[in-house]
């Protein structure tokens, strides 16, 4: 395999793989066989080359699509001389939709730190409704980034919908109950109090998501 080959679906793989989970063997070959189903969804995505091969791939999980894997014999022709990849430019573009993808996320725990401030100095003994409304906003926020920006997709399915509630509902109890242990109980300031348990659960969060919400 070429080195330019290797590299760039190296580096793809390991980030796709740990952002998305599961293991796309890959992430480069353009011979994919699509369900009848799925035409109208890969029609619409943004991109070229790469980049839309990539989309495609980011746009599995989302839109429950199973995803098989076929072992083919790779054979390139004189070292891949007629590739047209180019390891920068095209990586860059490639990456550049999981950069919106983490940026999404960092907005929304913007909105959810503003949010939650906002409702402790206005009901400084309610912090229920603090954490309740603070998540649910920030939570709506992230849905529509990745639904209209990041994914640009606004039919998704509904179940993944479901499940991604389901998860945020999880969350806002567990932080709610984490934040005012440490406050309450061990003394700690509600806001750093807030930061350690928002650090713990986006963990939680991020695997839920991949592989509950998205997993199929």
Known sequence: VPWKSRLGNGITRFFFGLIHGGDVRDTQTGLRGLPGSSISLFLSLPG????YE????????????SLVQVPIETIYLEGNRSSHFKVLQDSARIYALLVKYIASSLIATVVDYVGFYLMNISFPDHLIASVAVSRSVSSLVNYLINRDIVFKRKNVGKMAIVRYYIVVIGIMAANYGLIKLLSDTVGFNIYVAKVIVDSLLSVISFYAQREFVYHR
């Open 48 to 51: 070229e080359r790469y980049e």
């Open 54 to 65: 990539m989309n495609m791939l980011l746009a599995i999980r989302p839109n429950e699509i």
